[in-house]
């Protein structure tokens, strides 16, 4: 250490011109550090000193102690070295040497130098206050051990303000929280109701609390916990609370806020269900008029056969149900449950709110018992205010139809009149290109459009709309042509001289159309626009609504040159639209956003000097000294992860805004992240890339240069706190909590299985492991991670619960989370209870679309079946729950599904598949994949052919999909067919019928149509058209069906 210390010395020395530089204070400061980290606890879930495991041979003992899996070869000094030298030749990972380890210190040391002689003197004696610590630097905030934070007399709230300062630096969210873990439960509640958490981070703080602050054992503890701290906490959490606690910390009458469930998942709406119901039983959910009120919102989360005891309940009054159904979100599955046991009126109260989560047969029972001829218009118009209010509707097809049809009494519409078309109105929405270009143009006036044009019209359906304005208005140009039908303009009729907009005037309304233009329309806008593209009315204007249209006619080189133009648009919009541009900003093209922070990197204080790396006050834009924010101008949104952004943004003292480019971070603009505060950057880079949707994923070039910038900070770390590393397992093991979670599990994927497996401290081996178990199995198969390197974790990490819990449990299949479908056949063990809460209560549909060979597919399909029963009864709601994992269940499991079932289901495991979902950044292609194709290729194949496994993986996709297309199928059947008009539940309980007079599952008759496809198929055989693999293949169906035929036929002959 003194060695490295002189060093250090000499290096700040010939470079530091500030007077107030002391040689000695570097090694006091190095020292103090050391001595602290070594004596600190650490953050993991068994809080214990850093010195039981540093120096590293203290880990490689703790390793033995405790038999972790493989212990003797990941304590191997010849293994750790493999490892080493493979991600040094396969990742580019480099060593770093002490001298380069150096520059991040000094980087450190230089803000150190700049503090008041007080104030460095009050860090050297261990005497700041909370103020003081506020003037250090961040990144000093950030790795100072939690001892200097012991002292500081703060309590909740000024913990609170601490991160309230940045909202967007979650590094410092998650270090602060670490530093409370042990504080009395007042204070830590105060830190949760002062602190402004964006929404998007609510999951990450519910691991703290979770995990490490203990809520589930705080069972002498009277303080009451708000219902937002409680909806935080993961499913295991909740589930592990104890009676006393629960009683203790009033959690019944915490559950009774209503203001914040609708702000908790699904997920966690059904584990506090679960929770609560095992405490205090049914009756204090819905067993009363008092429990149903006070507590009636919980039924967002129970099973369907709970609400459908509701049904014929004499205690329950139908309009306090329907003031829950209206006031409380739920599935659309539990509302149809509730729906049958409201009385007539209510069912006509709430028809409105709740058509759009209706099944179809209720819609049209509806229409048929209910008496709506006296209001049509009033219906009508309350309909389409609730349905088109957005540019994309969330109503399944079936349900529009129904609705639609019930306005449409005559479909020749060649003899359409205006009357007709007037009572369709925005359902017009139903119609075909083609069946819109049948109606006489004479109906298609200015005030028709304004009856039946909605943003959810496509392209082809606005096109056909336009002409038929044009051919009754017999012009092009009318300056009054209705917003929504610009986006029909024809590339001419844009480029004439006489169009039928004025661009001053109408520039927003055409940019957004211009969200549906083809490539021609997009083109001539652009010819229209570029006199005065720059001009900062019409940029901002640009940036407000439609920026990906720049990338058409901008390339990097002129978006470097105009970029002043493009801050001073954003700031003629204005404090109000900041928020808005800051999210627009994210669609332009990342060429476009590399070269914004290019440019800015090149302007004055942009970089430390002397040298090039980036200024961090410049590249975060924080608020400093020179930029004070206009206390005139108050934050709409002061939990937005952007909040210090927007006040800086407020300052006279203009900014480049290099912030809101983060997204385009290229490997060179990463590299000259100040090193300290690389957590804080990745931080804020990490919301604009997530916030692009649920199948977002980094550029795999910026992931691993990340990786390369978090191995430089884990340097520092090791220089700072005198540790000595000589392997990427014992790097590896300088991480905390707040690092891990910072980093996530994306970036950590770039080491691979067998090296995060190895991490030397079994603590960072399990936090690191759990990390990669929460992030979304879509970003497995962008990553450099292998299938095998996915079983390599997932085993390490079930081994070492297995080892803290003694067996399989819900806590278990929870912490493994998406990596349970890759480990092995002991995840069996676990209860059926635990198994179906695991993926009711633990799994995302994001969670659910799993890519797995035919082992895998066959151990989750166990579970499955373990947990949810035979398919044969299998409720809506369980399809609903399962989701894409039915990707795994084998043709005769899906061909045994009851038929109704199926079709009320069917709508939202249509709307929430990924596996149709467009990937990119897939190994090895240049372009995007769709899901399961991104899956086939990560599954393995050579000279350009797909492996056994990957076709394998496809046929199942395939299967699903076909699934999933007859229950829309029966959904439209139902419709169409009007068959009976089904209960709901026909058939979902009771498929196979008494001895009776033969009746039809939703009016379908299985047994004829499997007829009819025999035949053909004996047919094919005879003629000898089929081939030895449609053979195979038919016999194998033939096998799967045999048991499913024979149940369908008794079904469907009535027959026991």
């Given amino acids: 250490m003194l060695t490295v210390v002189l060093l250090f010395v000499a290096t700040v020395s010939a470079v530091s011109d500030d007077e107030n530089f002391e040689p000695g204070q570097e090694v006091q400061i190095l020292r103090s550090l050391a001595s602290k980290f070594i004596s600190a606890e650490n953050d993991f879930t068994q809080a214990r000193s850093n010195s039981a495991y540093f120096p590293f041979v203290k880990s490689r003992k703790e390793n033995e102690r405790i038999k972790r899996l493989n212990s003797t070869t990941i304590n191997s000094d010849d293994y750790m070295m493999k490892i080493t030298e493979q991600l040094k030749t396969w990742r580019g990972f480099e060593e770093i040497d002490s001298a380069v380890a150096l520059t991040y210190a000094n980087l450190m040391f230089e803000t150190f130098y700049s503090l008041s002689p007080d104030l460095r003197t009050s860090f050297l004696q261990s005497s700041m206050s909370a103020d003081d610590l506020q003037q250090l630097p961040l990144s000093w905030q950030y790795l100072l051990p939690h001892q200097f934070y012991d002292d500081l007399g703060l309590d909740g709230a000024g913990f609170a303000e601490l991160v309230n300062s940045s909202p967007g630096n979650t590094a410092m969210l998650y270090k602060i929280a670490m530093v409370l873990r042990d504080e009395a439960v007042d204070m830590r509640d105060a830190f949760m109701n002062n602190l402004n958490l964006p929404d998007q981070y609510r999951e990450d703080m519910g691991y703290i609390l979770g995990y490490r602050w203990g809520i589930e054992s705080e069972a002498d503890s009277n303080y009451d916990y708000t219902m937002s701290t409680l909806l935080h906490l993961p499913s295991d959490v909740v589930m592990g609370i104890n009676n006393a606690t629960f009683d203790n910390l009033n959690i019944a009458d915490n559950l009774e806020d209503t203001s914040m469930w609708d702000l908790a998942s699904p997920q966690t709406k059904v584990a506090w269900f679960t929770r609560f119901e095992n405490r205090k039983g049914w009756k204090e959910v819905a067993g009363t008029p008092h429990h149903m009120m006070r507590h009636g919102h919980l039924l967002s989360g129970a099973p369907l056969d709970k609400l459908r005891e509701l049904k014929g309940n004499k205690e329950i009054e139908t309009s306090l149900l329907a003031e829950v159904l209206d006031n409380t979100e739920m599935n659309p599955l539990r509302v149809q449950e509730l729906w049958e046991a409201l009385a007539d009126v209510d069912r006509e109260k709430s028809f409105i709110a709740q058509a759009s989560n209706l099944d179809v047969s209720q819609i049209l029972s509806h229409y048929d018992t209910t008496d709506i001829i006296h209001t049509p218009h009033q219906h009508h118009v309350m309909l389409e205010n609730a349905w088109f209010s957005q540019d994309k509707f969330n109503v399944p097809w079936v349900n529009f139809l129904a609705i639609a049809f019930s306005y449409m009494n005559n479909e020749e519409f060649v003899s359409w009149t205006y009357k007709e078309l007037q009572s369709l109105g925005r359902f017009v929405v139903i119609l075909s290109p083609a069946e819109i270009d049948l109606i006489p143009a004479n109906d298609f006036n200015s005030t028709m459009l304004g009856m039946i044009l909605s943003s959810t019209l496509s392209l082809p359906q606005l096109n056909s709309i336009y002409l038929k304005y044009l051919d009754n208005n017999y012009q092009v140009a009318d300056a009054t042509l209705n917003p929504i039908l610009l986006s029909a303009l024809p590339s001419a009729t844009i480029l004439s001289a006489n169009p039928p907009f004025i661009w001053s005037q109408d520039k927003t309304n055409l940019l957004v159309a211009s969200a549906k233009f083809s490539p021609g329309q997009m083109h001539s806008l652009h010819e229209i626009s570029k006199p005065g593209h720059w001009a900062p009315a019409n940029l901002s204007a640009i940036l407000s609504t439609h920026p990906q249209c720049m990338s058409m006619y901008v390339n990097p ?285 633990v799994l995302s549909p994001t969670c659910k679309a799993v890519c797995l060979k035919k082992k895998e597919r066959e151990l989750v399909r166990q579970m499955i079946l373990q947990s949810y029963g035979p398919p044969s009864t299998w409720l809506p709601l369980d399809l609903v729950e399962l989701g894409d994992l039915l990707v795994v269940m084998a043709r005769s499991d899906l061909a045994a599904v009851n038929p109704t079932s199926l079709r009320m289901a069917s709508a939202q495991l249509a709307s929430s598949t990924l596996f149709a979902s467009s990937l990119t950044e897939i190994r090895s292609q240049s372009s995007s994949l769709l899901y399961h194709e991104a899956c086939g290729a990560w599954l393995g194949g050579k000279d350009g052919r797909q492996s056994d496994e990957a076709v394998g993986m496809f046929k199942q996709w395939k299967m699903l999909a076909n699934f999933i297309v007859v229950g829309n199928f029966l959904q439209v059947e139902v419709l169409l067919k009007k068959i009976d008009v089904p209960k709901p539940r026909s058939g979902v309980n009771d498929f196979r019928r008494k001895r009776q007079a033969p009746t039809l599952t939703d009016g379908i008759d299985y047994k004829s149509i499997y007829t009819i496809v025999m035949n053909d198929m004996k047919a094919k055989f005879d003629a000898k058209e089929l081939s030895d693999a449609q053979k195979m293949e038919a016999t194998k169906v033939i096998t799967e069906t045999q048991k499913m035929l024979g149940d369908s036929s008794f079904a469907v002959l009535g027959l026991e």
């Fill in 557 to 841: 080189r002129e978006f470097r040159a105009k970029l002043d133009y493009v801050v001073a648009a954003i700031y003629t919009a204005g404090p109000d639209k900041f928020h808005v541009i800051a999210t627009k900003v994210q669609k332009l093209p990342r060429h476009l956003l590399m070269a914004w922070l290019e440019e800015a990197h090149t302007r004055p204080g942009s970089k430390r000097l002397p040298g090039e790396w980036w200024n961090s006050n410049v590249l975060l834009d924080r608020v400093t000294s020179t930029s004070i924010p206009d206390s005139g101008t108050v934050n709409p949104f002061p939990s937005h992860p952007l909040a210090a952004q927007f006040d800086r943004f407020t300052s006279a003292n203009r900014s480049m805004l290099p912030s809101l480019a983060l997204a385009g971070m290229s490997c060179h603009c990463i590299n000259l992240v100040e090193t300290p505060d690389t957590m804080e950057v990745l931080a804020l880079y990490r919301y604009h890339t997530e916030s692009q949707g649920k199948v977002a994923a980094m550029p795999s070039s910026a992931r691993r240069c990340w990786a390369k910038k978090v191995r430089q900070f884990l340097h520092l770390k090791a220089f700072l706190f005198n540790v000595t590393v000589d392997s990427e397992s014992e790097l590896l093991s300088l991480l905390t909590t707040s690092d891990i979670k910072t980093v996530g599990g994306e970036i950590f994927l770039t080491w691979g299985g067998p090296a995060l497996a190895s991490i030397t401290h079994p603590e960072v081996m399990h936090e690191v492991l759990m990390v990669v178990g929460h992030t979304f199995p879509h970003l497995y198969l962008r990553n450099g991670v292998t299938y095998n390197c996915m079983k390599v974790m997932a085993n390490a990490l079930l081994d070492t619960l297995i080892r803290e819990e003694g067996g399989i449990n819900f806590r278990v299949l929870t912490h493994v989370h998406n990596l349970v479908p890759y480990t092995d056949t002991r995840v069996l063990e676990a209860g059926p209870a635990d198994i179906r809460l695991y993926v009711s209560s």
